[in-house]
């Protein structure tokens, strides 16, 4: 690691395979650094151990390794070891690379107490072979731990989860304020880790005792209102005054930081062991999957509550904000997630058109337009409370974390998301309702968005009562898209992706485009009527990309979905002639599917006409 040489990064990278385009330097200012944001400001506040992270290398638009140049870093191992364990807080990229004189040292990257020399990586390419040193790491991923790398998300799940369950189990505290508490808690502590409770008095030290008892906890709680409005988390009335004096552990615990603010280099799953100034908000839908798997699993398998991992929902914003980009301007888009739960999906489209703004303005935007873009352009629709609830707390804190100048936080104030960006299409105490595939969804949605994306439920044989209403529906929009005599598209077994396909031609913009995470038998079902449900839907639907993700089934890839997915990508019209989509079939690649990777490569895509799926239903299994 000696590094008295000053090192170009791109220059130092070039004999280890580095393409360029895929280098982002942490010195520029550009919009590409967005999913950085949270490093750019920690190194912009001072963060010394940060300021030598000087760049990031990306494989498919996803960052594989972090980049220190040696010169930055001296023979400091205990500096490197902190560095490793703040951008383990990340949960993406799984390699740090130390960049020196003809060296690329890698280390990998995990919540544990490794010692740098333990977490080094030997890369396993040939010597004169360096040239492919990053497209190896890129493709087999070498020397991660094996099984389950310790995975930020996962800590953050069992310690919510572990806060909720004990207000609710020990506390007596019913499920809704349970999430409110908690939630109330976990963003103070998102805010104080980011030193951003200036204006309640108090500083990242001061900050562990806000919710120690009733009367700064309730202090706490009416500034949170008061400063970033009061729709977020309710609670209900008097809570802070019923509460045991065990909830205040509890949501005490959560503001509880380690001592002085230094993290300790020992690895133990505490609440003091985290920094959320560098936990990315996503994490959080996921917490509440997690939160739903245990305490609902019924509701959660009729709902079909199984949330998207970062990285899927990440690649099909991406791709679908692409394809908009061909026909308007991207950074005007309107993008809606009809079954949005906790908003993985909302928080990376909101982070992806702030940087399509940037793009488009040139100037990287402000409070404000941060605000605009959020109210305007950001929409989602769902049946469930406490999935709203945290998609709401997801984009706040997406808000901040995208704001280059988060202080004063009075100017945070937000106006209600509930109601006009959270829209929830079910009376309240509602079990089950048709939601979003009802008439709840009117007719100011009808074709208002650029985008229409999301994972809907994929439930089946539901028995949802009025779901003849939504037969009704789809066989209107089919026979305004289908020739007259074409028969009303079945939809078998009462499944539940299949009708939000057909809903989303109604509220996507004509040529808009539509991306959903479906289950696979849409491709593959050959019985119960599928057949002539496929047929119709890509005879009215101009389907331009099919990832079939048949073979990634219970990878680290989408972990907690045993079924079969796959993940459509449409342009919002009737297929023009000769038209057909690109089938991706990504391939079962151990190391790399194991750290939640798969491999896109539309290059040698197969190109199946919608005519070929219309005559021959079984297409997409004669294509495997
Ligand atoms: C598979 S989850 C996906 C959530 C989120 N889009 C994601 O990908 O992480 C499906 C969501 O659909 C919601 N949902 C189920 N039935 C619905 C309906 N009829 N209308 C609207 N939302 C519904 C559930 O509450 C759940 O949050």
Redesign the pocket.
């Known amino acids: 690691m000696t590094g008295s040489v000053k090192i170009d990064l791109v220059e130092a990278l070039r004999q280890f395979g580095a393409d360029e385009a895929a280098l982002r330097l942490l010195d520029s200012n550009e919009p590409a650094l967005l999913p950085y944001a949270t490093l750019l400001s920690a190194r912009d506040g001072g963060d010394e151990d940060l300021q030598a992270v000087g760049g990031i290398y990306e494989w498919q638009g996803a960052p594989l390794v972090f980049l220190v140049a040696a010169d930055r870093l001296g023979e400091d191992e205990a500096r490197l070891q902190r560095i490793r364990r703040l951008l383990a807080m990340r949960g993406d990229a799984p390699y740090l690379g130390v960049v020196g004189v003809g060296r690329l040292d890698i280390y990998h990257i995990s919540l544990d107490d490794y010692r740098p020399t333990e977490a080094r990586v030997d890369v396993g390419v040939a010597a004169g072979q360096e040239i492919a040193t990053l497209a190896h790491l890129a493709n087999a991923r070498p020397g991660l731990p094996p099984g389950n790398r310790q995975w930020i998300s996962q800590v953050v799940l069992k310690l919510l989860g572990g806060s909720i369950d004990t207000l609710k189990t020990v506390c007596g505290v019913d499920d809704d304020d349970a999430i409110s508490l908690v939630g109330r808690a976990l963003f103070t502590r998102f805010l104080g880790d980011r030193h951003l409770l200036g204006s309640l008095g108090v500083d990242i030290r001061t900050a562990t005792g806000l919710f120690d008892d009733a009367a700064s906890a309730a202090k706490t709680s009416d500034w949170l209102d008061a400063t970033f409005n009061g729709d977020f988390l309710p609670t209900s009335p008097g809570i802070w005054e019923r509460l045991p004096q065990d909830a205040f552990r509890v949501l005490g615990d959560i503001l509880r930081r380690a001592p002085g603010g230094q993290l300790r280099l020992g690895w133990e799953e505490r609440w003091d062991n985290l920094d959320f100034a560098h936990i990315p908000v996503g994490v959080l839908?996921q917490a509440y999957e997690h939160y739903l798997h245990r305490h609902a699993p019924d509701r959660q398998r009729r709902?079909?509550?199984?949330?998207?991992p970062r990285p899927i929902?990440d690649l099909m914003v991406r791709g679908g904000l692409n394809a908009v980009a061909r026909t308007t301007p991207a950074h005007g888009a309107r993008i809606l997630?009809?079954?949005?739960?906790?908003g993985?999906?909302l928080i990376t489209a909101f982070r992806q058109l702030v940087a399509e703004n940037w793009r488009a303005s040139g100037r990287r935007p402000d409070t404000h337009e941060l605000r605009r873009i959020l109210y305007d352009q950001v929409t989602g629709?769902?049946?469930?409370e406490a999935?709203l609830r945290f998609a709401a707390l997801g984009l706040y804190l997406m808000s901040i974390e995208l704001d280059a100048h988060p202080e004063p936080v009075r100017k945070l104030k937000f106006e209600n998301l509930r109601g006009h960006v959270l829209l929830k299409?079910s009376g309240d105490g509602q079990e089950r309702?048709?939601?979003?595939?009802g008439p709840a969804v009117g007719d100011e949605h009808v074709g208002q968005y650029d985008l229409v994306v999301?994972?809907?439920?994929w439930a089946t044989s539901t028995r949802l009562p009025g779901w003849h209403e939504v037969q009704a529906i789809i066989h209107r929009i089919a026979a305004e898209r289908l020739p007259p005599d074409y028969p009303p598209p079945p939809i078998p077994n009462e499944v539940?992706d299949l009708p939000f396909v057909w809903r989303a031609m109604e509220w996507a913009k004509p040529l808009g485009q539509i991306a959903f995470a479906l289950h696979a038998r849409l491709l593959f079902q050959q019985r119960d009527g599928m057949q002539s449900a496929r047929r119709a839907l890509f005879a009215a639907l101009d389907v331009t990309g099919v990832v079939n993700g048949v073979e990634l089934r219970q990878t680290r890839v989408w972990p907690e979905v045993a079924a079969p997915f796959c993940i459509l990508y449409a342009r919002n019209q009737v297929p023009p002639q000769g038209a057909g989509c690109r089938l991706v079939n990504p391939r079962l690649e151990g190391a790399l599917n194991q750290s939640g990777g798969m491999r896109i490569d539309g290059t040698n895509a197969e190109l199946i006409t919608a005519q070929e799926i219309v005559e021959t239903p079984e297409i997409f299994k004669l294509s495997l």
């Open positions: 839908s709902e079909g509550g199984f949330y998207t929902a997630d009809p079954a949005a739960g906790a993985v999906f629709f769902d049946i469930n999935a299409m309702s048709l939601g979003s595939l999301g994972n809907p439920p539940l």
